[in-house]
């Protein structure tokens, strides 16, 4: 500040004003050049601030090779060929997703009689039992929480006495606002959040981070007259808080981790802060790898900067707070911190909750009354709704009541033990791999690991897959990772088996697995232009809807 005052003081202004007073569309001219300078020099040096000027002369190639790729792909002859190529891999995409089974019809409208009982659940019988991963024997990553079969039949009957109920409709179903009021304190209590903590229910991990984000951006422009607030989330932040900046329109800035750890990198986080900020994010833990980042750190700087900061424990959800009491290192991710504002809790993970069901937390109730809708002026009413949705399914709340009092804390505790060590016991188990190394540090069900060159991992991933093991693929570093859930705990010598047989049979013969994932990942791992991978992507969901 200093040295701005010491050259404003050396400049001559009666000159300066002389000039445009002979001259004003050219003194107009050069003030509007050198204010888009200014706007951009200040964009480098924030940028080199936050990533180093190695790593911010990377993305600034990337964006300038992705830029003359998608230029070129609007010429004529260039771009049909890609689109081609685009419009063969959502094929194969689509092609590999819908097949004919034969003698199974398909409903392409309602049809013309009802279909008697016993012909609606053949039907589903039968789709419910189409081949796919066999998550049963535990060979899928994640994916299905489950709480045990007798745990299932309880909150299917839970399901079933509350499936015609909707929360919006209190003075209809006064037992289920009872209900979901009483999940939502059980939670606070888990995260130790006080008589003046408070939460809602929401569909699910990724709404109950959309709604922390609306909160904050609301409290930004309310309280402290932001209207352009921006977020700052580790790189390794789950996706939901891009896609919540997507949907309000705000900047999201990337915050790089520590190469070793995986855990964000606090003075890149601090450096990211400015006066628009209105919200910072630490997991625990974080769907890639597992890793906590250092919340009591983050806690701190959150109250030193003055801005929210979110908790996204959707993952460690049942797991985290019993670390300590189950013998693990514990990681402290509640209202304990100081500076925590707002935390997320997944209960249809490993609450073992029917999936729909998630809780988000504030740390008072203003704070939650910024996430609410409210309009006085409608015609049809006051209306006011405390989620994105207006009607919700009364039954997943149910069902999400009846496991979490059925399952206790001791039953919560011995999960956690069982579940955790289960990542320890394959943790250790890849560490004696030579060709493999874990990804950071991790402390919660997920572990991550990667290979040395020349093993391809994903074509690791390829080989267990055959095996019937469903791996989940990362990226930046490739990666693979397995998250354990009780159904992995009894199969993990075969995993460490199979993983070790893989790897030998990849790295003698990687032109085997040259293909497959490989050329998918690498593919979107290389390519500069992500509006190719978008459009992939987007082919991928329209598969989902194809028949």
Same mark, same amino acid.
């Given at each position: 500040?200093?040295?701005?005052?010491?050259?404003?003081?050396?400049?001559?202004?009666?000159?300066?004003?002389?000039?445009?007073?002979?001259?004003?569309?050219?003194?107009?001219?050069?003030?509007?050049?050198?204010?888009?300078?200014?706007?951009?020099?200040?964009?480098?040096?924030?940028?080199?601030?936050?990533?180093?000027?190695?790593?911010?002369?990377?993305?600034?190639?990337?964006?300038?090779?992705?830029?003359?790729?998608?230029?070129?792909?609007?010429?004529?002859?260039?771009?049909?060929?890609?689109?081609?190529?685009? &419009?063969?891999?959502?094929?194969?995409?689509?092609?590999?997703?819908?097949?004919?089974?034969?003698?199974?019809?398909?409903?392409?409208?309602?049809?013309?009689?009802?279909?008697?009982?016993?012909?609606? @659940?053949?039907?589903?019988?039968?789709?419910?039992?189409?081949?796919?991963?066999?998550?049963?024997?535990?060979?899928?990553?994640?994916?299905?929480?489950?709480?045990?079969?007798?745990?299932?039949?309880?909150?299917?009957?839970?399901?079933?006495?509350?499936?015609?109920?909707?929360?919006?409709?209190?003075?209809?179903?006064?037992?289920?606002?009872?209900?979901?009021?009483?999940?939502?304190?059980?939670?606070?209590?888990?995260?130790?959040?006080?008589? +003046?903590?408070?939460?809602?229910?929401?569909?699910?991990?990724?709404?109950?981070?959309?709604?922390?984000?609306?909160?904050?951006?609301?409290?930004?422009?309310?309280?402290?007259?932001?209207?352009?607030?921006?977020?700052?989330?580790?790189?390794?932040?789950?996706?939901?808080?891009?896609?919540?900046?997507?949907?309000?329109?705000?900047?999201?800035?990337?915050?790089?981790?520590?190469?070793?750890?995986?855990?964000?990198?606090?003075? *890149?986080?601090?450096?990211?802060?400015?006066?628009?900020?209105?919200?910072?994010?630490? $997991?625990?833990?974080?769907?890639?790898?597992?890793?906590?980042?250092?919340?009591?750190?983050?806690?701190?700087?959150?109250?030193?900067?003055?801005?929210?900061?979110?908790?996204?424990?959707?993952?460690?959800?049942?797991?985290?707070?019993?670390?300590?009491?189950?013998?693990?290192? +514990?990681?402290?991710?509640?209202?304990?911190?100081?500076?925590?504002?707002?935390?997320?809790?997944?209960?249809?993970?490993?609450?073992?909750?029917?999936?729909?069901?998630?809780?988000?937390?504030?740390?008072?109730?203003?704070?939650?009354?910024?996430?609410?809708?409210?309009?006085?002026?409608?015609?049809?009413?006051?209306?006011?709704?405390?989620?994105?949705?207006?009607?919700?399914?009364?039954?997943?709340? &149910?069902?999400?009541?009846?496991?979490?009092?059925?399952?206790?804390?001791?039953?919560?505790?011995?999960?956690?033990?069982?579940?955790?060590?289960?990542?320890?016991?394959?943790?250790?188990?890849?560490?004696?791999?030579?060709?493999?190394?874990?990804?950071?540090?991790?402390? $919660?069900?997920?572990?991550?690991?990667?290979?040395?060159?020349?093993?391809?991992?994903?074509?690791?991933?390829?080989?267990?897959?055959?095996?019937?093991?469903?791996?989940?693929?990362?990226?930046?570093?490739? *990666?693979?990772?397995?998250?354990?859930?009780? @159904?992995?705990?009894?199969?993990?010598?075969?995993? @460490?088996?199979?993983?070790?047989?893989?790897?030998?049979?990849?790295?003698?013969?990687?032109?085997?697995?040259?293909?497959?994932?490989?050329?998918?990942?690498?593919?979107?791992?290389?390519?500069?232009?992500?509006?190719?991978?978008?459009?992939?992507?987007?082919?991928?969901?329209?598969?989902?809807?194809?028949?």
């Amino acid at each position: 500040m200093p040295q701005v005052i010491s050259t404003l003081a050396r400049v001559d202004w009666q000159r300066m004003a002389a000039y445009t007073i002979r001259s004003p569309k050219q003194a107009l001219i050069n003030a509007a050049i050198a204010y888009f300078a200014f706007r951009q020099a200040t964009k480098a040096v924030r940028k080199v601030s936050i990533y180093g000027l190695t790593k911010t002369l990377s993305l600034l190639w990337r964006y300038m090779t992705g830029a003359v790729i998608r230029h070129v792909r609007r010429a004529p002859g260039t771009g049909v060929v890609v689109q081609k190529n685009i &419009a063969k891999m959502v094929k194969d995409i689509e092609e590999s997703m819908v097949t004919d089974i034969p003698g199974e019809s398909k409903y392409l409208a309602i049809p013309e009689h009802g279909m008697t009982d016993e012909e609606i @659940l053949a039907i589903l019988n039968r789709r419910q039992n189409e081949v796919g991963i066999d998550w049963k024997s535990g060979r899928a990553s994640g994916a299905v929480y489950h709480g045990g079969e007798k745990l299932v039949e309880l909150t299917n009957k839970a399901y079933g006495l509350f499936n015609i109920t909707n929360p919006l409709h209190p003075g209809v179903f006064p037992g289920l606002r009872r209900i979901e009021a009483e999940v939502v304190r059980m939670v606070l209590d888990l995260y130790n959040g006080g008589p +003046e903590c408070c939460g809602t229910t929401t569909s699910g991990g990724t709404e109950s981070i959309i709604m922390a984000v609306r909160a904050h951006v609301v409290w930004g422009r309310d309280e402290r007259g932001i209207e352009t607030p921006n977020i700052v989330v580790p790189i390794t932040a789950h996706a939901a808080f891009d896609k919540a900046a997507e949907y309000f329109g705000i900047r999201i800035t990337h915050v790089p981790v520590d190469h070793k750890t995986q855990k964000v990198d606090l003075k *890149a986080m601090k450096r990211a802060i400015d006066s628009d900020t209105v919200l910072v994010v630490g $997991s625990s833990a974080t769907f890639p790898h597992g890793v906590s980042d250092d919340l009591e750190a983050i806690s701190n700087l959150a109250i030193k900067c003055k801005v929210g900061f979110h908790v996204d424990s959707c993952l460690g959800s049942f797991i985290m707070p019993f670390l300590k009491e189950a013998g693990f290192p +514990e990681i402290v991710c509640d209202f304990r911190l100081p500076g925590v504002t707002t935390i997320s809790c997944d209960t249809h993970k490993y609450g073992f909750a029917p999936k729909g069901t998630s809780v988000v937390m504030y740390r008072n109730k203003q704070m939650r009354h910024y996430q609410y809708f409210t309009i006085s002026t409608w015609p049809g009413g006051i209306y006011a709704s405390p989620t994105m949705a207006g009607s919700r399914s009364g039954a997943v709340i &149910a069902g999400c009541w009846a496991a979490m009092t059925k399952m206790g804390r001791d039953g919560y505790l011995q999960e956690c033990k069982d579940i955790v060590g289960c990542r320890l016991e394959i943790q250790r188990g890849i560490e004696k791999i030579p060709e493999l190394y874990v990804v950071g540090e991790p402390s $919660s069900t997920v572990v991550a690991f990667a290979s040395s060159q020349p093993v391809n991992i994903y074509g690791v991933m390829d080989e267990m897959k055959t095996r019937g093991w469903d791996l989940s693929p990362l990226q930046f570093p490739s *990666a693979l990772h397995i998250a354990c859930t009780r @159904l992995t705990v009894p199969v993990v010598v075969d995993f @460490l088996n199979d993983l070790r047989e893989s790897v030998s049979l990849v790295k003698a013969n990687p032109e085997n697995y040259s293909k497959g994932s490989q050329a998918v990942y690498g593919f979107a791992s290389t390519m500069p232009d992500t509006t190719i991978v978008d459009e992939v992507a987007c082919g991928f969901i329209d598969a989902l809807y194809a028949i």
